[in-house]
C-alpha cells in the first residue's frame, strides 16, 4: 500500500510531498527574505540569534547548516566560529541555496555549500560540533530519518538544534488563527504572489509536533538532554538535543 504523509492539511503519498515542498520553495525563493521580515515583523532576525547564540557553537567549530535555504543561520555561524572554523550550508532546493551561496559570497564569507537531502547526509559520521536546522524539520517527510541522520554526523558532545514554529500560546490562538489563515496568505499573494505557499506554511504549523512531541522524536532519534525554550508567546520554539 502506498505511505502517505502530510503536506499541510492534505493527505499525499510520501514520494509526492518533497516534490511539492521543493514547488514551494522554488516559487517563494526569491521573495523568501523579504516575506520573512514582513511576516514576523523582524522577529525571525532575533529567533535565529538567539538560536545561535544557545548553539554554544565557539571559534574553530564545525557547523552544518541544514535546510539552510538564504543563509541567515550560516551567516551568523560564520561570525562565531571564525577563520580557523568550518560552516556548510546546505539546503535541498537549489533557488534557495544559490540565494544563500550568493548572499554569503558578496559578503565575502568563506562557506562551503552542499545541496542535499537532510535524509541521506554526504557527510562522515562524528564530524560536526553543532548541526542545526531552522525552519526546515516541519516539510521534510521522514523527520524521524532526517534527526538520525543530524546525530550520525555529530561527533560526541556535539549539539543539534532545531528551531520551528510550534504550538502558540493558549489565549492567542484565535488571533494567532485568523493571522494564519487570513492575513498571511493576502501577504503572500501581494509579496510573493503566491498565497497558496503561505496558506501552505500556516497549514504545515498546524500539523507539526508540539514542543513536548518534538523533544520526544529527539530522543527517540538518540538526543540526550533534550530541552526548549518557548519565543514569542510560543509562536516559535528552540530545542537542543546533544550527542554522548
Ligand atoms: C522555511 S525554509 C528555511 C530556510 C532557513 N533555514 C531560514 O531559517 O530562513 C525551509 C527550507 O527547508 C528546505 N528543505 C525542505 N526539505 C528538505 C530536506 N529534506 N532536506 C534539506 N532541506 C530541505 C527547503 O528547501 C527550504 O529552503
Not at 550568493?102 to 542535499?116: F, I, M, N, P, T
Not at 501581494?190 to 529527539?218: C, F, G, N, T, W
Request: proline share 3%; with cysteine.
Amino acid at each position: 500500500m502506498t505511505k502517505t504523509t502530510h503536506f499541510g492539511f492534505n493527505t499525499v503519498a510520501e514520494a509526492e510531498k518533497a516534490r511539492k515542498v521543493a514547488g514551494v520553495f522554488d516559487s517563494v525563493a526569491e521573495r523568501y527574505n523579504l516575506m520573512n521580515d514582513v511576516m514576523s515583523a523582524g522577529m525571525h532576525r532575533l529567533w535565529k540569534r538567539f538560536a545561535v547564540e544557545t548553539s554554544g557553537v565557539k571559534k574553530g567549530d564545525r557547523v552544518l547548516d541544514i535546510a539552510g535555504g538564504t543563509a541567515d543561520l550560516s551567516a551568523l555561524f560564520l561570525e562565531q566560529v571564525g577563520s580557523n572554523g568550518e560552516v556548510w550550508l546546505t539546503d535541498i532546493n537549489n533557488a534557495m541555496l544559490t540565494i544563500g551561496r550568493d548572499r554569503l559570497l558578496d559578503e565575502g564569507a568563506a562557506v562551503s555549500v552542499a545541496q542535499c537531502d537532510a535524509e541521506k547526509l554526504p557527510f562522515p559520521s562524528n564530524y560536526f560540533d553543532c548541526v542545526s536546522v531552522a525552519f526546515g524539520l516541519r516539510n521534510m517527510t521522514h523527520k524521524d530519518v532526517a534527526l538520525k541522520e543530524m546525530l550520525r554526523v555529530l561527533r560526541p558532545g556535539g549539539r543539534v538544534i532545531v528551531l520551528e514554529f510550534s504550538k502558540v500560546w493558549k489565549p492567542l490562538q484565535s488571533f494567532y488563527d485568523l493571522y494564519s489563515f487570513k492575513v498571511l496568505p493576502a501577504m503572500g499573494g501581494l509579496i510573493a504572489r503566491d498565497p497558496d505557499s503561505y496558506r501552505y506554511l500556516a497549514e504545515s504549523i498546524r500539523v507539526h509536533p508540539s514542543q513536548e512531541e518534538l523533544k520526544q522524536l529527539m530522543q527517540n532519534a538518540g538526543f540526550e538532554r533534550v530541552e526548549y525554550f518557548n519565543l514569542s508567546a510560543s509562536v516559535v520554539a528552540l530545542h537542543r538535543g546533544y550527542k554522548f
